[in-house]
């Protein structure tokens, strides 16, 4: 049962904000049983005025008694801020880990400690109810610690449930993902511009056909394939433009962008940890 828990968020950044803001809007706890932490009392101040949260410059006391705490400080805070927690961690505590490239077995290790601990991997949409977030649980985490950590996620998007050893393909995929669709999005407009369009009118036009396709695949659960071959007549206009698709490699090039983004976050994981 999520709305008797207590909820501590250390590092109390735009990730954090984003997942707090969407726990409070589905009621899925009070206000008063979050409390956010992070360094700048100023920016603290301003989230107090926002959510009505409780806040705290001091990680070990907004950990105590609660029954989640959220990890959101960078990776490169990670390591302080673990060692710093340590030893006002009680070992009941569901740990969730945003933090990217950071294994649960560092963070029980960093702990040293058997806390159940489960990893997720947003997106930016998440600032607009629209992430896409996956979700791991470490080797101490149940069905229950894990079904509780994607139902806050859930308040801000999507939720899918992989083995954490594939967290590097999905920071590939839907974690890097929103730069590839923004340059798509950039891409179209100027297109529309080069043949005259206004570029506000081709901006909000290209944002608009993103979207409505990503819908019509997600309401319509067909096949991006066959959507593609409904909406393309013989001789017509959408058949040219993909044969200069095909012949730049545009799914090609996609795909290689998944799999070096992928990479990049194995490489990345290692140095961390
Ligand atoms: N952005 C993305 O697309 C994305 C996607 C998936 C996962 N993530 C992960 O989400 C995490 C947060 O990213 P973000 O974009 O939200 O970063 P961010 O806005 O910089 O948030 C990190 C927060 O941590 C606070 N902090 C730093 N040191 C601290 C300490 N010792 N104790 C308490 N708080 C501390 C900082 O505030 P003060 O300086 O005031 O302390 C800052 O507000 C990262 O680990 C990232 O890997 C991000």
Redesign the pocket.
Same mark, same amino acid.
């Given at each position: 049962m999520l709305s008797k828990k207590k909820i501590a968020v250390?590092? =109390?950044?735009?990730? $954090? @904000?984003a997942l707090v803001g969407g726990i409070l809007r589905a009621k899925l706890v009070n206000k008063g049983s979050l409390t956010l932490?992070?360094?700048?009392s100023d920016? %603290?101040g301003e989230l107090k005025k926002r959510f009505g949260v409780n806040v705290s410059?001091d990680?070990k006391k907004a950990i105590k008694g609660a029954d989640i705490v959220i %990890? @959101?400080?960078?990776?490169q805070? $990670?390591g @302080?801020?673990l060692t710093?927690l340590a030893p006002a961690v009680h070992e009941d505590q569901l740990i969730i880990t945003? #933090? @990217?490239?950071?294994t649960t077995a560092w963070v029980n290790s960093k702990l040293g400690r058997a806390n159940p601990v489960v990893r =997720? #991997?947003?997106?930016?949409p998440m600032l607009v109810d629209a992430g896409a977030t996956a979700l791991s649980k470490g080797a101490h985490a149940s069905e229950g610690d894990l079904e509780l950590a994607r139902k806050l996620f859930a308040s801000v998007g999507e939720t899918e449930v992989v083995p954490e050893n594939l967290m590097d393909a999905v920071?590939g995929l839907s974690?890097s993902g929103?730069v590839y669709i923004f340059m798509v999005i950039e891409a179209l407009t100027d297109g529309g511009v080069k043949m005259g369009l206004p570029r506000l009118i081709a901006r909000r036009l290209a944002a608009q056909t993103v979207f409505g396709a990503a819908k019509l695949v997600k309401e319509t659960g067909k096949h991006p394939a066959i959507l593609k071959d409904e909406v393309t007549t013989p001789g017509g206009t959408a058949i040219a433009a993909i044969h200069e698709l095909e012949s730049k490699g545009l799914r090609t090039v996609l795909m290689d962008a998944v799999v070096t983004a992928t990479k990049r976050s194995e490489e990345l994981s290692k140095v961390a940890t």
């Open positions: 250390i590092g =109390a950044g735009h990730i $954090a @904000a932490s992070r360094r700048s920016t %603290l410059t990680n %990890l @959101a400080v960078k990776p805070q $990670a @302080a801020v710093e945003v #933090m @990217a490239g950071l =997720a #991997m947003p997106n930016t920071t974690g929103p």
